[in-house]
């Protein structure tokens, strides 16, 4: 009963961190799967979204008026960002991870000039307060919100993806561009339009994570890697690559620590190497490989 | 590159005689800027040798100057090695990491190479920030360093120190001179200019990649060898990705597929850092923004725009493939 109260907990905890994960992972993912933007400065976005959600819980004292309005703020961040440097840049890689890289610089700074080194947390909203007894202790209602915002953010993109125009601009555009361009599509703008609903997922998470991680310069670059590899395990591009190696990796995380508390820092990239000698194009990867 | 080229010679010759005088007649606080600089040096003229004339752009070279700091701090430190001996161990475990990570990392490529190769550096990093034996992450202090009374050498000054690291820049400089011109170094130009075309004439590709990785990575062990010695410290953050970011945007800021261009991107950083840090303590802003402004306005490197500056620019078709 111990070990069934005690992994059921670290399961928990798998799940609500990968919808964390997931939110960051899959803009990554998309924006490079897609638009062959690898923006190696987009959880720099996660990080400023967690500041901004910050301020505003200072000065309205609302925590959902942060998760509403810090995204959209960081998509403006994102959207100058994008017409004004990535968007030049697309196909290079080389010099998108290099200016990106740069921008991450930039933007520890940034954070240091205006928020300073201190460590902030945002409170839980009060409707989300409570916890709920489950596997012998209490869990904190707070991180079953995030996973169900996560799981509902998958669905929704699916769908987005699936059943929308602009997903079917945005698929066709991923196929063949220029034939999509030939027929009057405005490709530039479609994928314009999911930069910026990656941006504003990156901020999303950003206000979500505040309450339970701590906002500090370096919180992104503590997060980019782990959704970097989610990316890379689940084939860039890939919405079902994200769930699922968001879900691996937040696995790994949080059993590691418990079952291999000696490797456990490891793990993550043991998984991530292990996929790649096996499947190099990652688990779901958008076309098959040639 | 050419046979002979005036203009890389007159740079690195400048550079080289320059942190020379200075180790020389400079103040304690200064000399310790030259040694970083040739330590620098060192590091990213192995990069170059991957990402500028093989075409693996690495995103976690630092990986390797982590396994030769570690690996001279443990054979020096704790099993009482001689300290050149265990360089030497250092350097050759340098190799070999090269050997079995290039293995692994050339499997793939494009932005998937990017990110394996800094996520198996930092897989050495996130052990070397765990490991109690190196003091996990407060590091470890009281490290030697290499005894050479015997001849009249005595490391243990830092001007004697900084002399050392400029003369062992120069050398990998030469060490770096001479393999690009090799049969080997021409052929792994050829395989970075088209990897197609070179396996049709029946190259082993991946052999040669590899092989690369076995030299970068020896070399990259070695500077971190002369990094734990500088400091006389080991600690986790020798290999940290950001230490291998920063290495490839020196390459890339200085020139990459040149060897001047990373003795000159060296120099800069170096400079840049110490001298902006000295004005504010948001040094990496202006880092940053610096990084952005070069790549985007130099994209062949401050070395490809002297070239074209001084019109000494002769066909180089080599140098566009930077960008590929």
Request: net charge neutral.
């Amino acid at each position: 009963m111990e070990l069934v109260n005690f992994l059921g907990i670290q399961l928990l905890n798998a799940l609500w961190l990968s919808a964390l994960f997931f939110m960051l992972a899959v803009g990554l993912s998309v924006v490079f799967g897609l638009l062959d933007v690898l923006n190696l400065a987009h959880c720099t976005l996660y990080m400023i979204g967690a500041y901004i959600g910050y301020t505003i819980v200072g000065l309205v004292d609302s925590y959902w008026f942060a998760l509403l309005v810090a995204p959209v703020a960081v998509t403006a961040i994102g959207a100058v960002l994008y017409l004004v440097l990535l968007r030049r840049l697309r196909g290079n890689h080389l010099v998108q991870a290099l200016v990106t890289f740069g921008l991450l610089f930039v933007g520890y700074d940034a954070a240091r000039m205006i928020w300073g080194v201190e460590q902030f947390k945002i409170a839980e909203p009060t409707l989300l307060t409570e916890s709920f007894p489950i596997f012998g202790q209490k869990y904190p209602f707070y991180r079953l919100f995030v996973f169900g915002v996560g799981l509902a953010t998958a669905l929704a993109l699916y769908l987005g993806l699936d059943r929308t125009r602009l997903g079917a601009i945005v698929r066709a555009g991923v196929d063949d561009r220029e034939t999509a361009a030939i027929l009057g599509i405005n490709i530039d703008r479609a994928f314009f339009i999911v930069f910026c609903i990656g941006t504003a997922l990156a901020g999303f998470a950003g206000v979500l994570a505040a309450p339970i991680r701590t906002i500090e310069p370096g919180m992104d670059v503590e997060i980019l890697i782990p959704a970097l590899i989610v990316v890379v395990i689940g084939g860039p591009g890939s919405l079902k690559g994200a769930v699922l190696g968001a879900f691996i990796i937040a696995t790994a995380e949080t059993f590691g620590p418990v079952i291999l508390p000696e490797f456990s820092s490891f793990i993550m990239y043991a998984v991530m190497a292990g996929v790649l000698l096996v499947r190099p194009q990652g688990l779901l990867p958008v076309r098959p490989a040639h | 590159m050419p046979a002979r080229d005036p203009l890389s010679l007159a740079t690195v010759v400048l550079l080289f005689g320059g942190a020379l005088a200075a180790a020389l007649f400079v103040d304690a606080y200064r000399l310790t800027i030259v040694i970083e600089i040739a330590i620098l040096v060192i590091f990213v003229l192995s990069i170059d040798f991957l990402v500028g004339y093989s075409g693996l752009v690495t995103f976690g070279h630092a990986g390797f100057m982590g396994v030769g700091a570690y690996a001279l701090a443990y054979l020096s430190h704790f099993l009482g090695w001689p300290v050149g001996v265990a360089m030497l161990a250092g350097v050759a475990l340098g190799a070999v990491s090269g050997i079995v990570i290039g293995a692994l990392v050339t499997r793939v490529s494009g932005v998937f190479f990017i990110m394996v190769t800094l996520a198996v550096s930092m897989m050495f990093w996130a052990w070397a920030s765990k490991a109690r034996k190196f003091g996990a992450d407060d590091g470890l202090g009281g490290m030697k360093r290499l005894d050479l009374t015997a001849i009249g050498i005595d490391l243990n000054s830092d001007r004697v120190f900084a002399v050392a690291c400029i003369v062992l820049a120069v050398l990998t400089y030469v060490f770096f001179l001479w393999l690009v011109r090799s049969p080997f170094g021409q052929t792994l130009k050829a395989i970075k200019q088209n990897e197609n075309r070179a396996r049709a004439q029946g190259c082993p590709v991946q052999h040669y990649k590899v092989a690369a990785f076995a030299v970068a990575g020896a070399v990259a062990a070695f500077a971190g060898e002369l990094h734990l010695q500088n400091t006389r410290f080991v600690h986790p953050e020798v290999a940290h990705w950001i230490r291998s970011g920063e290495g490839l945007i020196v390459v890339i800021v200085g020139g990459a597929g040149t060897l001047a261009g990373p003795v000159i991107g060296g120099f800069l950083f170096v400079l840049f850092h110490r001298v902006v840090e000295s004005f504010t303590a948001h040094w990496q802003i202006w880092m940053g923004l610096m990084f952005v402004a070069i790549v985007l306005a130099a994209p062949d490197g401050l070395y490809g725009r002297l070239q074209s500056l001084l019109g000494a620019r002769r066909a180089a078709p080599e140098r566009r493939a930077a960008d590929a």
